[in-house]
């Protein structure tokens, strides 16, 4: 039974696990079909790196998933204050509009999104990236916060004032360092869902602006080309780093 | 008293068209140890914290020292609250808790040093100042919270029920430390509590709370022994109420029939007239249980007997079916005292132990209020 269940285990991690071994593998893989191995080679990331375009994609990625991450936590942040301090009309609505946002497929936020910009005007390129990536990061970075405020004890701030504290000063050096774990967790969310998200992207970006899921997903369809496979690792190690980065975080700042 | 260091006038509150107090005025002197005592919804809670600033009044004024303070947000007045549960910052050391009110008044980093480290001192944490809140035990939480409202040198310390949250034998301790802290300190002390034996054992004065109503105030052996309506009588301590009626009055002397018996009583501070009904209130211990072939007070049977230790409680049911409660101390001719069930005995008490109420108009106590105090004495 003790070798039945052991294996198990390994059948499990191998079908989870061997699909980004390989991709890792064949990114060293001097050969140019695919499915041979010929020699351990670097040429692959060179290339990748030679490729100005797959560069300029890939900061292009970088820089609007820092800065949506970074708008719909600030928004998001706030919301949640509003949602959890005070009492008003409409309260319900909001809360349950997050989640429609949330729940609603992906294609139907893009369409009426794509509507939007049509209607208004914008030129399509990294504002209406922005302003989408935005949109659809937004519920989460609320829920995290939310969840994080709901066991937040409504007497710190009232000892803070107590014991001479501004309104001002009491958010500074009570309210945002209790929820920080909530701010870090929901920034980060935000900018893994922006770094990987398509769906939406392909309909509002616009030809100036090309960003690296858009840019892998039409390198593939014309055939897939060892150099995905480098780009795929890299965004690995850095998924990777990114994931241990939020672990410290939170170990440093638990209770 | 002293000097008066907090006056408040016509206090009125209500929260959604509920009032919780009602034109309340209240004067505490300076350096004494007050507390606020009554049932949960009484309003202690609520005029406590408008002496912090929390709340502000309706109607009414608070004043301190001499200058209203009414409408001055909690950061600008000079008193400091230890909170229910302490609000301890959790993302902040021990030390950086206590500091907090010191940073919060610009002052250079080594009197800030010294001033914390002796405030933990003073509560016997020196050693944990580098440790996080959720590092400490409950009673070391408190200890902190204390530090941390006292580091600021307040002229008053609002203690909101800071000792509900620990077990007996804590409290215990931190009831002693906390009148320790109060003298060594001369500050004044508000505290705010539904436990009754708390109130009693620490404080200088007591103010009963009822409905946003002042019932009783005056020191504890006051509040105890000369309860002024049946509401404190009944929240404090435990009491039988005789009925009794007067059938003469004589200058300083009344008669009361009282369970039968005619009892010659001091007449009371308020107006009394023949066949006036009264309550004749004995304390539990004050009650005389007497073997059953004397030919003084009331015959019943023990119904209920708990050894307590220091005492032997028991319970005599009278014969019109009447429960009397009653606290004996053992004695050192008979040590090894005691009742069955079921024992025969009399009732009564030394003339000038009774205390008399006036029959009020509000009366009985209503279930809720039974139940308060049922759960104040517990």
Not at chain 1, 39 to 56: I, K
Not at chain 2, 298 to 327: C, F, H, Q, W
């Amino acid at each position: 039974m003790r070798w039945l269940s052991r294996s198990y285990l390994a059948l499990v991690y191998l079908l989870l696990y061997v699909p980004i071994l390989v991709l890792v593998v064949f990114s060293f893989n001097d050969s140019r079909t695919g499915y041979n191995w010929g020699g351990f080679s670097l040429r692959w990331y060179e290339s990748l790196f030679s490729n100005h375009a797959m560069v300029q994609a890939m900061w292009n990625s970088l820089w609007l998933a820092l800065t949506a991450a970074t708008v719909s936590t600030i928004i998001g942040a706030l919301t949640a204050l509003a949602l959890h301090r005070y009492r008003f009309r409409g309260k319900k609505v909001l809360n349950g509009m997050l989640f429609v946002v949330m729940m609603s497929p992906e294609i139907v936020l893009a369409i009426s999104l794509l509507g939007l910009f049509m209607l208004v005007g914008l030129k399509l390129g990294y504002v209406s990236l922005l302003l989408a990536h935005v949109t659809f990061c937004l519920p989460f970075v609320v829920i995290t916060v939310m969840a994080r405020l709901s066991g937040f004890d409504e007497r710190l701030p009232e000892a803070a004032r107590d014991l001479g504290a501004s309104e001002f000063t009491v958010t500074r050096t009570v309210l945002i360092p209790v929820i920080m774990p909530a701010l870090m967790a929901g920034w980060l969310l935000g900018f893994t869902l922006s770094m990987d998200d398509v769906v939406v992207s392909t309909f509002v970006s616009g030809p100036g602006y090309e960003i690296l899921p858009l840019r892998i997903y039409s390198m593939v369809r014309v055939g897939l080309k060892p150099e995905v496979n480098a780009l795929g690792s890299l965004l690995l190690v850095f998924s990777l780093v990114m994931l241990m980065l939020s672990q410290w975080i939170l170990s440093r700042s638990k209770q | 008293m002293t000097k008066a260091l907090l006056t408040l006038s016509g206090i009125s509150k209500q929260f959604d068209g509920k009032t919780i107090l009602n034109e309340l005025s209240l004067t505490i002197g300076d350096g004494e140890f007050i507390t606020l005592l009554g049932p949960s919804g009484c309003g202690k809670t609520t005029l406590l914290r408008m002496m912090a600033g929390f709340e502000h009044p309706d109607r009414g004024s608070v004043t301190l020292s001499g200058t209203d303070i009414t409408q001055t947000p909690p950061e600008r007045r000079p008193l400091n609250t230890v909170f229910q549960n302490y609000a301890l910052f959790p993302h902040m050391s021990v030390f950086d808790n206590v500091a907090y009110g010191l940073k919060m008044e610009k002052r250079p980093k080594t009197e800030i040093r010294e001033r914390v480290e002796e405030a933990l001192a003073m509560v016997q944490l020196e050693d944990f100042s580098g440790r996080k809140p959720h590092q400490l035990s409950g009673g070391q939480q408190q200890r902190v919270a204390i530090a941390r409202a006292v580091v600021k040198r307040p002229k008053m310390l609002l203690l909101d029920e800071p000792l509900s949250a620990l077990d007996y034998k804590l409290r215990r301790t931190m009831q002693v430390e906390l009148k320790r802290l109060q003298r060594e300190l001369g500050i004044t002390f508000v505290f705010v509590t539904h436990d009754q034996e708390e109130a009693l054992s620490m404080s200088d004065r007591i103010v009963v709370l009822k409905d946003g109503y002042i019932q009783q105030l005056g020191t504890p052996r006051e509040v105890y022994e000369r309860p002024a309506n049946v509401f404190t009588a009944r929240f404090i301590g435990q009491t039988n109420f005789f009925p009794g009626r007067v059938t003469r009055v004589d200058g300083k002397r009344i008669s009361v029939d009282v369970l039968g018996l005619n009892r010659e009583l001091n007449t009371p501070s308020f107006r009394v007239s023949v066949n006036q009904l009264l309550h004749v209130l004995l304390r539990p211990e004050d009650i005389r249980v007497l073997a059953p072939e004397d030919t003084e007070g009331v015959p019943g049977k023990i119904i209920e007997r708990n050894y307590k230790g220091s005492t032997l409680d028991s319970v005599i049911e009278l014969e019109d079916g009447r429960e009397v409660m009653a606290s004996e101390f053992f004695d050192e001719d008979d040590p090894a005292f005691d009742y069955s069930l079921g024992e025969r005995v009399r009732v009564s008490w030394v003339d000038g132990w009774e205390w008399l109420l006036a029959e009020e108009s509000d009366e009985p106590l209503t279930d809720e209020e039974e139940l308060a105090a049922d759960v104040a004495e517990h």
